[in-house]
């Protein structure tokens, strides 16, 4: 079976849960990473990391022990991460327009115009790969709350329209759908939160993506080209096109509550925690790039090299 995902972080987890049932023993190889203080905030002792180190070996053990298998080969999962709810989106399939768009997003990143490239030119493959194999495999397509994965969701049945949706067995698993206690509370859940081992549990909620609903989503998608807002939303349980400054009252709220000196990462990361909206760093970024042009922010200092244009300081001026 294929898998589609609209995550390359998700689509990394899912890599590693297919074949994999064996629980953790000494010959497996696995990474945990322990960040932890005392109560005085000091670092913990060599043996007080090993404990901690050993609770959470116990319970990746447990957690496989009781994962359901999840049948498959890495090859088979196909990642299309295009970032397709920010930036204009009037072309048909992947042309200059998206890499363009992908390189306004990267801009924020070392190397991002490398990044950009080397983003449209995997998705164009992964698609070329959909194309051929989907007339004669079931494909499976992994969405969630978040406006990339529903606009991702729309794109591909307009992709796949010259196939004939119903010719094709197409399934879908929408975190979106799932019962409450299986989600994030405040929020819903992103495929991008998926462990390892909880992929096999949730593909036994895969539904069927019958031609009728594929014509809907491929149609709603042509609506939305025709808007072709700046950025598109979901509102509602409704994905809709938007205005550019849709986030900006959030991240105002967190602005308001920081110092006139503050650290541009803490804005940006503090208004995704508090907000779980299924938007990102990247426009935020872009947000407050448009608020220095404004002259309401100034820069303080520059980021280093090797790290995202918002790992700097910033001052409130006055407007």
Known sequence: MLEVLFSDSAAGSLKASLGHHAVIGESECCTIGIIATDE???????????????????????????????????????????????????????????????????????????????MLAAARSR?????????????????????DAACGLCWLMEQLRPLGWENLDLRVMDLARLPAWDRNPLGGRCTGDIAPHEWGHLARETQPLPACWAEALAAHWG?????????RAMLNDMLVSAAEDLYDPYLRWVLDTLDDTFNEANLIGRTL????????????????????????LEAVTKPDAHLPLYHRTLRKTEE
């Open 127 to 147: 698609l070329n790969t959909l194309l051929d194999r989907a007339p004669r495999e079931p494909v499976r397509i992994w969405t969630d709350h978040t406006p």
């Open 223 to 231: 609506r939305l080209r025709q808007e072709n807002a700046p950025l």
């Open 273 to 296: 925690g508090q907000f779980p909206l299924g938007f990102g760093d990247v426009w935020l970024a872009m947000r407050v790039e448009q608020w220095i042009a404004d002259g309401k």
């Open 40 to 118: 005085n905030d000091n670092p913990l002792s060599p043996e007080e990391t090993e404990r901690l180190r050993q609770k959470e070996l116990e319970k990746m053990r447990r957690n496989w022990a009781e994962a359901v298998p999840m049948e498959g080969s890495p090859k088979d999962v196909l990642p299309i991460s295009l970032g397709l709810s920010m930036g204009p989106i009037d072309e048909d399939g992947l042309g200059p327009l998206r890499e363009t768009t992908l390189e306004q997003l990267c801009c924020i990143f070392p190397e991002g115009k490398e990044t950009a490239a080397e």
